[in-house]
Nanobody, 119 residues
Framework: QVQLVESGGGLVQPGGSLRLSCAAS????????MGWYRQAPGKQRELVAT???????NYADSVKGRFTISRDNAKNTVYLQMNSLKPEETAVYYC?????????????WGQGTQVTVSS
């Protein structure tokens, strides 16, 4: 079992930046992919970005060029730098960790952190 704890959410103005962090504990050696997903009210949970232990990244088209995912394997932590945020990106952001061969929505999930983009 893996425990994931997110931090870094909050209120930011349109065009602003936030950095999310997700720290994993427990059976962390089983984690191959770590990533961020988000869920807005009334919508399905969707991919934001993922990164493998080898550093291979994948981004949703809507965030390419603005968001950067990174991972510190020694600290079992994944980060999401979000720049040029838009109001429509207001959502709960969830961290996910899963083993090799497992796909969304499999794996372990954090409790989520609220990101609100509003003036």
């Amino acid at each position: 079992q893996v425990q994931l704890v997110e931090s870094g959410g909050g209120l930011v103005q349109p065009g602003g930046s936030l950095r999310l962090s997700c720290a994993a504990s427990g059976s962390t050696k089983s984690i191959y992919v770590m990533g961020w997903y988000r869920q807005a009210p009334g919508k399905q949970r969707e991919l934001v970005a993922t990164v493998t232990t080898g550093g291979i990244t994948n981004y949703a088209d809507s965030v390419k060029g603005r968001f950067t995912i990174s991972r510190d394997n020694a600290k079992n932590t994944v980060y999401l730098q979000m720049n040029s945020l838009k109001p429509e990106e207001t959502a709960v952001y969830y961290c996910n960790g899963r083993p090799l061969g497992r796909v969304f929505p499999a794996g372990d999930w954090g409790q989520g952190t609220q990101v609100t983009v509003s003036s």
